[in-house]
C-alpha cells in the first residue's frame, strides 16, 4: 500500500537534491529541444527551464509537479506567434515573452478568483481529439529536422510531406541520429524510468558531431551567462494574444491538472489547483520576463521526480537552480545537431498520439465521436491557429451537453458545474452519495471533493460511491469514474460503484467499468 502522507514535508531534504538534479540532466537537452518546436533560438529554452521553476516552487500546491517547457504549450505558442512576426527575428522572440506574461497573467487571475472550475470546461472527447491532432501537427514538425531536409517554407503538413515524400533530400547522418535517439529514449525507459536516456541521447550526439565535424544543421551559437530581466516588450500587441494566451493558459495546464491529480490520490494528499494556477502564473511571468516563452507542468518530468524521490515542492527549485547553474557553460553545446533535438520531441509527444481512443468513441458515445474526431479535424485545418479549435471544440462540447439534457439554457451551464454531495463514514467505509448530472463541467469537482475528504481521513480503508442520485453520466463523467477506481487502486484503497442508472451502465462499460448497477462494482 502507498505510504499516507497528510502534507508534504516543508523543508529541503537530500532526496529533493537528488531527484531535481536528475530532472535537470533531463531538462536542459529538452528545453533547448522545445524552444526549437517553438521556433525559438535554442538557449531560450534554458532561460524557460532555469528561473521559472524556481518562481513556481514558493507557490506549488504538488510535491511533485516539474514546471517548465512541455510540447502541448509550445505548439500552441507556435500557433499564435507564426501569424504576428517571422519566426526566430527579434520582435517574434519578444512576442514569445510578452505571451508568456498574458498567460501568467491569466493563470494568476483564474487561480486569485478561484475559478479553477474554468478548466472543466473542456470534455474528455474534446480534449482527446485536440491532443490527437497536436500530436500529428508536433510529430510533422520534427520530420524535415529528423531526416536532414531543408523543406520549403509552408504549412507543417505541407512541409513534413514535401520531406517524406523527396528521399533524395536526406541527410543519411541526421536520419541515423534522429533514429538513434528514439531507439535510446524508449530503450533507456524500457529499463527503468530513471535511465536519463535523453542526456544519453544529447550525450552520443554531441559526441559524435564533435569527433566526426558533422557537417549538418547544429544547435549554433549559444550566448553565455544567466538571462536578463528585460520590460522591453512589444506591449501594444497585447490585444492580438490575449485569445491564444487565454487557450494556452487553460489548455496548457491540463497536463499537469491529470498528474497532479492521480499522485494526490496516491498518496491521499491534499492538492489545491487554484494554488498550482498561481504558481504557474508567477512562473509565466518570470519567464516572460527573462527571455522565456510560455511554461507549464511536464506530466514525464513530474513522474521522474516522484520516482527519484522527491519529497516537496523545493525539489522543482532545485531543478532550476541546476539549469542557472549551467547557463554560463551552455555554449558546450553548440555541436548538438538538430536532428537529435527533433528526435527528443519525437519521443516525447509519439505516446500522445491515441487513435485507438479516437476510434473507439464512436461504440462509447456517437454524440462525444462528433466533438472529438470535429476537434480533431480542426486541429488539423486550422494549423497554426489551433487556440481557434480549441474554442470550437468547447462550443461543440457544450452544444452536445445541452442537447442531451434537452434544454438550450446556456445557464445551465454553470448551474450544473458542481454536483450536490453527501458523505458519511460507516467504521473504516466512506459513503459518498452524489446528486444532479455528472458531466465533463461537474465531474473532476466531484473526485476532488473525494480527494479532499480523504486527505482528512487518511485511515479510511473502503468508498462506495452510490450512483443512484444521478440524472444522467456522459463520457467524461465515465471516464472520471474510471480514472477514480484507477486511483483508489493505486492507493491499496477499495473503491465501489453501486446504484449507476441503467442508461449510463452501456457508457461505463464501453470505458472499462462494470458491474456498476445494484450490488456494486
Not at 138 to 154: K, M
Not at 238 to 259: T, Y
Request: proline content about 6%.
Amino acid at each position: 500500500m502507498t505510504p499516507i502522507r497528510k502534507d508534504p514535508p516543508g523543508r529541503l531534504s537530500r532526496r529533493d537534491v537528488l531527484a531535481g538534479v536528475s530532472v535537470a540532466l533531463i531538462l536542459i537537452p529538452q528545453s533547448m529541444a522545445y524552444a526549437e518546436l517553438v521556433g525559438l533560438p535554442s538557449h531560450h529554452g534554458l532561460y524557460a527551464a532555469a528561473l521559472p521553476p524556481i518562481a513556481a516552487a514558493f507557490l506549488a500546491s504538488s510535491p511533485y509537479l516539474q514546471t517548465g517547457p512541455v510540447a502541448l504549450t509550445c505548439l500552441l505558442t507556435l500557433g499564435a506567434l507564426l501569424p504576428l512576426a517571422e519566426v526566430g527575428s527579434a520582435d517574434y522572440i519578444a512576442l514569445a515573452a510578452l505571451l508568456a506574461l498574458v498567460v501568467g497573467v491569466v493563470r494568476l487571475l483564474v487561480g486569485l478568483l478561484k475559478a479553477g472550475w474554468l478548466l472543466y470546461l473542456m470534455s474528455h472527447s474534446m480534449m482527446m481529439g485536440f491532443l490527437s491532432g497536436a500530436a500529428v501537427l508536433i510529430l510533422s514538425s520534427q520530420l524535415p529536422g529528423a531526416l536532414g531536409s531543408a523543406a520549403p517554407e509552408g504549412g507543417v503538413l505541407e512541409r513534413a510531406w514535401w520531406a517524406l515524400s523527396t528521399p533524395d533530400s536526406w541527410e543519411g547522418a541526421s536520419v541515423a541520429l534522429a533514429v538513434v535517439t528514439v531507439a535510446l529514449v524508449i530503450g533507456a525507459r524500457r529499463i527503468h524510468p530513471l535511465v536519463p536516456g535523453v542526456l544519453f541521447a544529447a550525450g552520443g550526439g554531441l559526441a559524435f558531431s564533435v569527433m566526426t565535424g558533422y557537417a549538418g544543421p547544429t544547435i549554433g551559437d549559444i550566448p553565455s551567462g544567466l538571462p536578463r530581466l528585460s520590460f522591453d516588450l512589444p506591449w501594444s500587441r497585447i490585444p492580438v494574444l490575449l485569445v491564444p494566451g487565454a487557450v494556452i493558459a487553460v489548455v496548457g495546464f491540463a497536463e499537469g491538472l491529470s498528474i497532479s491529480r492521480l499522485f494526490a490520490s496516491q498518496d491521499r494528499q491534499h492538492w489545491d489547483a487554484n494554488r498550482e494556477l498561481l504558481s504557474k502564473g508567477v512562473a509565466n511571468l518570470v519567464a516572460g520576463l527573462t527571455g522565456g516563452f510560455p511554461v507549464g507542468g511536464s506530466l514525464s518530468r513530474t513522474s521522474i521526480n516522484r520516482l527519484a524521490g522527491a519529497r516537496s515542492r523545493w525539489s522543482g527549485l532545485v531543478t532550476g537552480v541546476a539549469v542557472l547553474l549551467f547557463l554560463p557553460f551552455a555554449a558546450v553545446l553548440s555541436p548538438l545537431p538538430r536532428a537529435v533535438l527533433s528526435g527528443i520531441v519525437i519521443v516525447a509527444i509519439w505516446n500522445v498520439l491515441r487513435p485507438r481512443e479516437l476510434v473507439g468513441l464512436w461504440r462509447a458515445s456517437p454524440a462525444q465521436a462528433v466533438v472529438g474526431w470535429g476537434t480533431f479535424c480542426l486541429t488539423l485545418v486550422l494549423a497554426p491557429r489551433i487556440d481557434l479549435a480549441v474554442l470550437l471544440g468547447v462550443a461543440m462540447s457544450a452544444v452536445v451537453h445541452l442537447w442531451r439534457e434537452r434544454t438550450v439554457n446556456v445557464m445551465s451551464l454553470w448551474r450544473e458545474r458542481t454536483l450536490h454531495v453527501t458523505a458519511r463514514r460507516d467504521g473504516d467505509t466512506l459513503y459518498i452519495e452524489p446528486h444532479g448530472v455528472l458531466w465533463y463541467g461537474s465531474a473532476p469537482a466531484m473526485e476532488e471533493g473525494l480527494l479532499a475528504r480523504l486527505a482528512e481521513e487518511p485511515d479510511v480503508r473502503r468508498v462506495v460511491l452510490r450512483c443512484g442520485g444521478l440524472g444522467r453520466i456522459d463520457l467524461t463523467g465515465a471516464y472520471t469514474l474510471a480514472e477514480m477506481l484507477d486511483h483508489a487502486e493505486r492507493a491499496g484503497l477499495e473503491m465501489t460503484l453501486e446504484d449507476a442508472p441503467a442508461r449510463a451502465l452501456t457508457i461505463l462499460e464501453a470505458v472499462g467499468v462494470r458491474d456498476a448497477g445494484q450490488g456494486g462494482t
